[in-house]
């Protein structure tokens, strides 16, 4: 085999990376016939292909670069730590520096008496270890009985079999026997799409309520926890109405049973505040985190545990870990990452001028006659894409074929943009400037001109026939 540089050519490592590595999320035989676009370097906000195009990247990676790409310190934090001890587990009545200094900064940032980490590498192990942690919970106060877990259709929880059964992505759960027993599914509070005739307001009140139907057909004696994005991420960024949140909790708490909010995605400055559950006003039992938390820079995620929680949990000994729970390397970079957001005052700048910045020009793009509602808290959005806007229609093509159509636009357009069915979402490097907001606008603008004049050519903007 030859040697494969950054230098070699694209043709050549789109063949070798078809014939050889196996991409999540994606219809193998079809890139195959594409090629993958292969991204060589990053700075700040900007990615660089193997053919030399920069493109701004409106996901941070997958919603985790917050702190933005090429970061030195980070580096060499990984490097500093890797000499001195690149590895020592925390099983067996040991710890690491590394491990002790993430946890109680943790414990710092976090709100509330969220007090205490169990360590994964990844967001789906940490849930994983959280449906394990809450049903633990209830098995140490004599109510074994409370194994089931409540979740909702659409939501994002992880790919492994346990974080993808507790997620709501129906053709996830279509492969491979999910989701698996004691996991049950609610509807997500999507006003735009399954709000129907009612106010937001209702819609966030009736979507919530369904929880409580939920735990009183299952029995209130036999629930565990309820787990939820604070605002989900991967299902389309849908921010729910005001009135959810509260009810929610109303709910959790009259039925004494946990709640878990996945902060994967919001966790780490993403909605404008270090949690998400701050934003939206939450009291969580467990927080799930990973992405943000060392902004991507190294693969680590966890559970952050209530004092109450962690004092029944540690009453006997819970038979899980995972190798590299509290990898020193990682948590050193997660430190440094956490240091930089601090000192920089990055969650503040996203909360007090980025992110209203952001948002004011991105709500602009519900003038675009492509684009009925625009949602965006922090530095998370997204705009539905529809053929009638007075009426909330979706297309009649099917779902994911506009939001497609304009994905590629965004491609050609050196804008990383994603679709999610037919919503374009963002989640950009907190770091984005004013005038880097200003190009990503434009870009979409231009992008949704070029998706709209796609579209009518080919007769595709039509709406769906309501039932
Ligand atoms: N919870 C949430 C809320 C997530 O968004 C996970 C858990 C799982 O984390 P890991 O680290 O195991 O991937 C996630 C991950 C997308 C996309 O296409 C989103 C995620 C992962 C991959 C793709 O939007 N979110």
Known sequence: MSVISTNTPTSELQALDAAHHMHPFTHGA????????????????????????????????????????????????????????????????????????????????????????????????????????????????????????????????????????????????????????????????????????????????????????????????NVAAFIAEPVQGAGGVIVPPETYWPEIQRITREYGILLIADEVICGFGRTGNWFGSQTMDIRPDIMTVAKGLSSGYQPIGGSLVSDQVARVIDSAEFNHGYTYSGHPVACAVALENLRLLEDEAIVERVRDITGPYLAEKFRGLTDHPLVGEAQIVGMMGSIALTPDKAARAPFEADVGTAGLICRERCFANNLIMRHVGDRMIISPPLVISESEIDTLIDRAWQSLDQAHADLKEQGLMKAAPRN
């Open 30 to 221: 079809g890139l195959a016939d594409k090629g993958a676009r292969i991204i060589t370097r990053a700075e700040g906000c900007w990615l660089t292909d193997s053919d030399g195009n920069r493109i701004l990247d409106g996901m941070a990676g997958l919603w985790c670069v917050n702190i933005g790409y090429g970061r030195r310190e980070l580096a060499q934090a990984a490097a500093r730590q890797m000499e001195e001890l690149p590895y020592y587990n925390t099983f067996f009545q040991t710890s690491h520096v590394p491990a002790i200094q993430l946890s109680a900064k943790l414990a710092e940032l976090a709100p509330y008496d969220l007090n205490h980490v169990f360590y994964a590498s990844s967001g789906s192990e940490a849930n994983d270890t959280n449906l394990r942690l809450v049903r633990t919970y209830w098995q140490l106060l004599d109510q074994p009985n409370r194994q089931w877990v409540i979740s909702r259709w659409n939501a994002y929880h992880g790919s492994s079999v346990g974080s993808g059964s507790l997620g709501g992505m129906k053709g996830m759960h279509a492969q491979g026997c999910m989701p698996i027993p004691g996991i049950a599914h609610i509807d997500q509070p999507n006003w735009w799409a399954e709000g129907g005739d009612m106010s937001p307001e209702e819609f966030g009140l009736a979507t919530a309520r369904q929880l409580e139907d939920k735990i009183l057909e299952l029995g209130p004696e």
